[in-house]
């Protein structure tokens, strides 16, 4: 099968969510063991991945220096961090492909994510990323353009736009060495964001792409048949964090959006990998499995997780 494992944040940091260098590599070469398993098996596999903690490390830096030198945009964070999570796990994946006599050529590609310029969450910034900070330093970042709020007791807390990923414009770049026989790393983050304008030209903005519903259009544009989403817990459960908490098996994408519509699954955690589920699903993929980064194995074969199917 052509698949596709969208890896959660959790697969990039160490428990706690820690991410030093040293704890990013060994989480992302724990998430590489985990895959190279699913290629020797004969599978084409494309690799997606969140890059929040990385991104939010770079918004640090930018805060810190930003009486100095100019902070750089997000998009330019999301470039940056797609080259370095790619790096590493391109070493990490070689390393446990060897190990189980299963080389394959890998590669990464810096992906762009198309958004319409006109996407109303630009209007509203509502996603919130990076730390809080005091009002004093918040204005620092406002005065370069900057959209920030007061949070209260915590501080300030910069929000900025996520709009509605439309194209994955390098998908070809990645169907094109999935074809040739490598392991594709790619649409990290969601993708850099990217406008159309008028003309036709292409520009970054500053946004933030959900990385699951990119994903899920990755996976259409690369004729994936199963998409596995790679969290911290083995199911999406219905009444969670209550007595009658209940994991989901197998069930169709009716029965789960109707669970979405009845409020089961947070907008900030779950409900995004649900949406992004039940879209792979309608747009012709053959099933999305939702589990933890140790069940992938299992989940390729339809046997663990939460399975998502017409």
């Known amino acids: 099968m052509r698949i596709l494992i969208a890896l959660g944040g959790n697969a990039m940091t160490a428990p ?5 260098p ?25 690799v997606t991945h969140g890059n929040g903690p990385q991104v939010g490390n770079l918004l640090v830096k930018n805060e810190i220096a930003a009486s100095v030198v100019p902070p750089v945009p997000l998009d330019w964070c999301g470039a940056q961090t797609q080259g370095t999570v790619g790096f590493v796990l391109l070493n990490a994946l070689q390393r446990s492909l060897a190990e189980i006599g299963a080389e394959r050529p890998v590669g990464a590609v810096v ?31 406002v005065e370069h353009g ?17 709009p509605e990923p439309l194209e994955v414009l390098d998908a070809p770049a990645v169907a094109a060495l999935l074809a040739a026989g490598f392991v ?12 159309r304008d008028e003309d036709g030209t ?3 903005v500053e946004a933030v792409i959900d990385k699951d519903l990119a994903a899920a259009v990755l996976g259409r544009t690369l004729g994936a048949e199963l998409l596995v989403i790679a969290t911290d817990v083995d199911h999406v459960a219905v009444h969670f964090g209550t007595p009658d908490q209940r994991p989901l098996g197998r069930l169709g994408v009716a029965e789960l959006r109707r669970y979405a519509r009845e409020g089961h699954f947070g907008s900030g955690s779950m409900g995004p990998k649900v949406e992004a589920a039940c879209r792979f699903v309608e747009a012709g993929g053959r099933r999305t499995v ?21």
């Open 22 to 46: 040293e704890d990013q590599i060994a989480a992302i070469g724990l998430a590489a063991r985990r895959i190279a398993p699913v290629v020797a098996d004969g599978h084409e596999v494309a």
């Open 290 to 310: 939702i589990t933890s980064l140790d069940r992938i194995t299992s989940a390729v074969a339809g046997a663990a997780g939460t399975v998502v199917e017409r």
């Open 111 to 141: 992906t762009r994510t198309l958004v319409d310029a006109g996407d109303p969450a630009f209007a509203r910034p509502t996603k919130p990323i990076g730390r809080y900070l005091p009002a004093d330093e918040a204005k620092v970042m």
């Open 202 to 204: 292409l520009r970054g």
């Open 16 to 20: 706690g969510g820690r991410a030093r």
């Open 184 to 195: 594709v790393v790619g649409a990290g983050g969601g993708g850099v964001p990217v406008a």
């Open 146 to 162: 900057q959209s920030w709020e007061d949070r209260g007791d915590p501080g300030w807390r910069r929000v900025v736009a996520s």
